[in-house]
């Protein structure tokens, strides 16, 4: 299946201080990424849906002005957590979209483990 | 919300055959169900999928009741490293999001 990588794998960082994560598609173009964060034995939310080119799409509840998302390119979206806290402290995911012969499939990062302190 | 309904937790024995259900009564005929995993700490991994005819690939097979109202997940040969949350989603065929559910733990036991 297709790859998608994130870096860094895991972060640690001042509370007040602004955090940037990386999602990579490796052998294919996603012109739409997906960011989600997942709590200790919760599931998956979808925090927002990007899109190369233009702005993202936020999920009711996400604040746009603290998860700053950026999809640059057809391979690439960056996730920026502004002025953290440790509220934000969580397990944030990538996934991309591939295109196969008849239906679309999504794939996900390893996941970046953010700790605020 | 999703709109699976799946048991919390589910044990198999190594070697054995998993079988795991996922009922979704209300799946509308531009669904698929599509099937990942997320083993601890890592990102969701994508198994397989389909809209009403039973699928295989090398990592599993869907079999999906006619009315298509539910399926199974079936991996034939458990191995302790497939202990891992799996997720049964619906989603149509393009440009939609995935909304996880709680999933299924899976525990395979030697």
């Known amino acids: 299946g297709a790859v998608v990588s994130q870096h860094p794998s895991w972060v640690i960082c001042k509370s007040g201080t602004s955090v940037k994560i990386e999602c990579r598609s490796l052998d294919f173009q996603a012109t739409t990424m997906f960011w989600y964060r997942q709590f200790p034995k919760q599931s998956l939310m979808l925090m927002a849906t990007?899109?190369?080119?233009?702005?993202?799409?936020?999920e009711q509840g996400v604040e746009k002005d603290k998860f700053l998302i950026n999809h640059a390119s057809l391979t690439l979206s960056t996730l920026t957590v502004t002025s953290a806290h440790p509220e934000d402290s969580s397990f944030y995911i990538c996934?991309?979209?591939?295109?196969?012969?008849?239906?679309?499939?999504?794939?996900f990062g390893p996941g970046t483990r953010l700790l605020v302190l | 919300d999703a709109k699976t309904t799946q048991p919390p937790s589910m044990d198999c024995a190594e070697g054995r055959a998993a079988n795991l259900p996922c009922n979704h009564s209300t799946i509308s005929g531009n669904e698929y169900v599509y099937w990942y995993r997320q083993i601890h700490s890592q990102g969701p991994q994508y198994i397989i999928h389909?809209?009403?005819n039973n699928e295989t690939n090398e990592m599993a097979s869907l079999i999906i009741t006619e009315d298509r109202k539910s399926s199974t997940l079936i991996l034939p040969h458990a191995t302790l490293r497939d202990t891992a949350v799996y997720y049964c989603i619906l989603t149509e065929e393009y440009g939609n999001k995935l909304v996880f559910g709680a999933g299924t733990i899976l525990r395979v036991k030697s």
């Open positions: 996934s991309a979209r591939d295109f196969g012969w008849s239906t679309e499939t999504q794939y």
């Open positions: 389909g809209l009403k």
């Open positions: 990007s899109n190369e080119g233009s702005k993202a799409t936020y």
